[in-house]
């Protein structure tokens, strides 16, 4: 039950774009649609960002996107805002009927 | 509106035991998934274990099988995660959440802190 790898950290500057890469397993994110993204602001509970590879909860912004290919997901910001500075999580199921989060990526807006 | 508390975090010698609870309010709690999800002081997330809505099946990480149990009572909107043998690297602080299809949801609580130090 190895966690999905993400980069350590990403960084942007103010209105650009910046992608986080997620990436599985045959076993969990190239098996099921159940990817999932959450943002963790320092100190606060993680919030929901991404749901089902590419479905947004309502209330999250429309700059969020996400994707799939084979074994990696993949989280897409687009005009980044300073307020977007944050450790965000993905999480696939597992063919085990569990789940698995990713180590977590900082992202900085420069 | 959905809240979700948990309770009993300590700090606990290694070896130790630890019951953690999770108070659910606000929806309909015997018709939900419920997991308890884990971070260590300045790390990830870690899923640790759920719980199918009537307490009929459990699953759990690896590295907590047979050390831990997952439990719900439904007349009282509660979940339980009994914690055995402790470890050092079982310290984090450990969120009760409410699960949808294939995924945690939108509702955490803020979580319970668990040190295992001597």
């Known amino acids: 039950q190895s966690a999905l790898t993400q980069p350590a950290s990403v960084s942007g500057s103010p209105g650009q774009w910046i992608t986080i890469s997620c990436t599985g397993t045959?076993?969990?994110?190239?098996?099921?649609?159940?990817v999932s993204w959450y943002q963790q602001q320092s100190g606060k509970v993680p919030k929901l960002l991404i749901y089902?590879?590419?479905k947004r909860p309502s209330g999250v912004s429309n700059r969020f996107s996400g994707s799939k290919s084979g074994n990696t997901a993949s989280l897409t910001i687009s005009g980044l805002q300073a307020e977007d500075e944050a450790d965000y999580h993905c999480s696939s199921y597992t063919i085990r009927s569990t789940l698995v989060f990713g180590g977590g990526t900082k992202l900085a807006v420069l | 509106e959905v809240q979700l508390v948990e309770s009993g975090g300590d700090l606990v010698q290694p070896g130790g035991s630890l019951r953690l609870s999770c108070a659910a309010s606000g929806f309909t709690f015997s018709t939900y998934w419920m997991s308890w999800v884990r971070q260590a002081p300045g790390k990830g997330l870690e899923w640790v274990a759920n719980i199918k809505p009537d307490g009929g099946e459990q699953y759990y990480i690896d590295s907590v099988k047979g050390r831990f149990t997952i439990s719900r009572d439904n007349a009282k909107n509660s979940m339980y995660l009994q914690m055995n043998s402790l470890r050092a690297e079982d310290t984090a602080v450990y969120y009760c959440a409410r699960d949808a299809r294939g995924r945690v949801d939108d509702y955490w609580g803020q979580g319970t802190l668990v040190t295992v130090s001597s």
């Open positions: 045959s076993s969990d994110i190239g098996a099921f649609n159940f």
């Open positions: 089902d590879v590419n």
